[in-house]
């Protein structure tokens, strides 16, 4: 069975402090993206990662790819109030005619000032 | 760029009416789209995989006769919900891949749904 699973569920961190949301799965991929989403809104694309060993930044956001492990990490950085948001890691999987991607269960992010 | 748009962004409807959500590439051709289905608090689903020309693939657990897909055209693709019920509320939200090879999908802003 495809599971995608996010560590922690929900986040509640202060402003200025790290911290690292997981991402596990459990089938074979070459492919892992993490997108964003604000309440009420779609997906907004972060980051796409595509072999082992990736390590994407973008401002304080940090993603990186261990396909051995079937682990992914979005690492924040001093976190400000603007992160706030829902975060979801989607592995890329192939189901036959076409690839599909198998979303993680999201972790809710709430950066308190 | 690429962009992808649905529409209605949002619907109400009384229960036991149908009604069909848009979802069109703006700026590429789409040979696949996606439909997803979000409860609140919850991750996406995905619901059927849309070819052009070509029948829908649905996943497993989701009813064909309950969610028309149709992708007439390279731009595109619907979804009826026919005979909705309050179940069936719920954010709906499509992407597409552009039609040169890669697999990056590119979402629509979404359609919330509310049935009454």
């Known amino acids: 069975e495809l599971k995608v699973e996010q560590n922690p569920l929900f986040l509640s961190m202060q402003e200025g402090k790290n911290y690292t949301i997981y991402c596990n799965y459990s089938?074979?991929?070459?492919?892992l993206y993490w997108y964003r989403q604000d309440p009420g809104k779609s997906l907004e694309s972060l980051f796409v990662?595509?072999?082992?060993?990736a390590v994407k930044q973008e401002g304080r956001l940090m993603a990186s790819l261990d396909t051995k492990a079937r682990l992914s990490t979005l690492h924040i950085t001093a976190a400000v109030h603007d992160l706030s948001a829902t975060y979801f890691c989607?592995?890329?999987?192939?189901?036959?005619?076409?690839?599909?991607?198998?979303f993680g269960t999201g972790t809710l992010l709430a950066v308190q000032p | 760029g690429a962009v992808v748009s649905q529409h209605p962004s949002r619907v109400i409807c009384k229960s036991g009416t149908s009604v069909k959500i848009e979802c069109r590439s703006l700026?590429?051709?789409?040979?696949?789209m996606f439909w997803y289905r979000q409860f609140p608090k919850q991750s996406l689903m995905l619901m059927a995989t849309?070819?052009?020309?070509?029948?829908?693939?649905?996943e497993q657990g989701v009813e064909k006769d309950k969610f028309l897909i149709n992708h007439a055209s390279l731009t595109l693709s619907t979804l009826t919900v026919t005979s909705a019920h309050p179940e069936d509320s719920s954010f709906y939200i499509c992407?597409?891949?552009?039609?040169?090879?890669?697999?990056?999908?590119?979402f629509g802003p979404g359609t919330r749904l509310t049935v009454l």
């Open positions: 700026d590429f051709q789409a040979t696949t």
């Open positions: 989607a592995v890329d999987f192939y189901g036959g005619a076409t690839n599909k991607l198998i």
């Open positions: 089938t074979t991929s070459d492919r």
């Open positions: 990662l595509l072999s082992n060993g």
């Open positions: 849309s070819n052009e020309g070509s029948k829908a693939t649905y």
């Open positions: 992407s597409a891949i552009k039609n040169t090879g890669t697999d990056t999908q590119y």
